[in-house]
Each structure stands twice: as C-alpha cells, then as structure tokens.
C-alpha cells in the first residue's frame, strides 16, 4: 500500500511520503504536477522524507501574482513551502522547467539545499522581462488557448516519450498530467522559461550537483544538460558529474524509473560510479 498522501500548505498543494531521513524535494516540469512524480515515490526506498510539490499555478497551487515571474519568484514560494513543513534542507531534485526553479533556489538559499539534482535541464532563453516572446516560445500559450488543455496534452505528450508507440502506458502517463495544466499558470510559466537563465544560475550554485540525461530526449536535447552542467563546473573548478540514462526520453523518470532511481542515489552518494565517472570525462 502507497504511504504517498496528498496535502496542502499556504496555498500549495504537495505529495509526500513521510520518512525520519533527510528530505528530498522534486519540482515537475511546465506541462506536468506534481502526481507524474507518484510513482517514483512509491518506488524509492524507504526512510527519506518525500516532497514533490504542484509549482504555483498547477495541481490546484495558487498561482503567482506577477504575470511575468521569473525563476526566483518560483523558488521564493518554494522556500516558503519548505519553511511551514519545518525542512531545513533538502537534496533538490528538478526536472526539465523544475531544474530552473531548484537551481535558483539553490542560489537564492544555498545553505537550504544538500545536493542538486537536474535530469532533462530546460536552459531558458533569456529574453529580457516583458519583451516579446519568441515565436516557438508564445506558440505554446496560444496553442493551449485554441486546441483545450486535453488536445493540447494528446499532440504534445508522444514527443516526451522514447518510442511513444512501443510504450503507450508511459504515453498516456505523460497525456494524463499534461491535460490538467491551468492556462493562467502555464501562461505564467511560459513566461519564465522565456527569461530563464539556467547556465547563469548554475554559475551561482555553491552546493554539489549532478545531472541526468535522457539520451533519446528530443524536448530538451542534451546539450541544453550539458550547458548547465559546464556552468556548474567550471565556477567550481571540477567535472561536472552526469548520468545518461539509455532508450528513455525527456519523461525519464516515468519511462525508466528504476534506472532513474539508481541515478539518484548514485548522484546523491557522492561516489562515482563507473558509467557516471567516463560520462563526466566525456563533457
């Protein structure tokens, strides 16, 4: 039986897997909440404490009040929610628009993160706060406004999976998050992914942090991980330490959840492991 409940602080809404170790927080991407994260908590060995948190404007969060946030405002909220469950830190753990809001978090409130984990990084396209959106960027708002949030997932979601085909389970796991987005929040969102600097913020980050890439990945291929990751590197004069997960996509860690685990706590143990030490060489 699932020990993952659903619950609610100051107006954002969180799944947790209560544990008496240390926390590890996971921030979902622009078209997913926090549910696409269920069934990797209830994979992940136990003793840990387990948050994956709806970002503000989705799975019921209150949206942000400016209209055009930026990563920081993501992560102010973040370490509210994180205040009222009495977590000092925790090892972060962002996936895809997620690994913009824990890397600013981590440079915002460094001595609140033990470890930062990125898997499928979306860099951002730094276009300066309130400029016009790039046309592949506003194309997203104005096709959730015609097409509905459930067309919208349906077209969008095969592209997150490696062979959609082949695993039409994963597809309709990836379609079934996509098609709760709310407009207002994935407007906001998009927004931010439009100004977002990861590569910048990285430069920023003083706590350890490892990557994971899904090499069939064709939302975020992997030079945007790779970007971030050499950010991170080359301010702490070191090899950026990064995982390639084979035959799975940008929704990795649903496609393959166990070698994504594994991933995790090779990342978060801090030795390299073989696979992770050659692929670290190789960037």
Not at 119 to 126: E, I, L, N
């Amino acid at each position: 039986m699932s020990g993952v409940q659903e619950n609610s602080s100051g107006g954002i809404t969180y799944l947790e897997r209560p544990g008496p170790g240390p926390a590890m927080v996971f921030l979902h991407g622009i078209g997913s909440n926090a549910s696409s994260f269920r069934p990797l908590l209830d994979l992940l060995p136990g003793g840990m404490r387990l948050i994956a948190w709806n970002a503000p404007g989705y799975g019921g969060s209150r949206p942000l009040t400016a209209n055009w946030p930026e990563a920081g405002d993501y992560a102010t909220a973040l370490a509210g929610l994180l205040d009222r469950l009495g977590i000092g830190s925790a090892t972060i753990v962002g996936h895809s628009l997620g690994t913009l809001i824990g890397a600013a978090f981590a440079a915002h409130h460094p001595r609140r993160v033990d470890r930062l984990i990125l898997a499928s990084c979306a860099c951002g396209y730094r276009v300066p706060k309130g400029s016009k959106l790039p046309g592949n960027v506003g194309s997203r708002i104005e096709e959730l406004e015609l097409q509905g949030p459930e067309t919208f997932a349906a077209e969008r979601a095969p592209r997150l999976v490696f062979e959609p085909r082949l695993n039409p389970g994963i597809v309709a796991q990836v379609r079934h998050a996509m098609s709760q987005v709310d407009r207002g929040g994935y407007a906001q969102a998009v927004r931010m992914l439009a100004s977002g600097d990861l590569p910048g913020l990285m430069g920023r980050v003083r706590a350890e942090a490892g990557f994971i890439i899904g090499i069939n990945d064709r939302v975020t291929p992997e030079q945007q991980t790779l970007d971030a990751a050499l950010a991170w590197g080359r301010a702490h004069g070191t090899t950026p330490r990064i995982i390639r997960i084979d035959q799975a996509g940008h929704a990795v860690y649903l496609q393959k959840p166990q070698d994504f685990i594994e991933a995790l706590a090779t990342l978060g143990s801090g030795t390299p492991d073989t696979d992770s030490a050659k692929t670290g060489r190789q960037t």
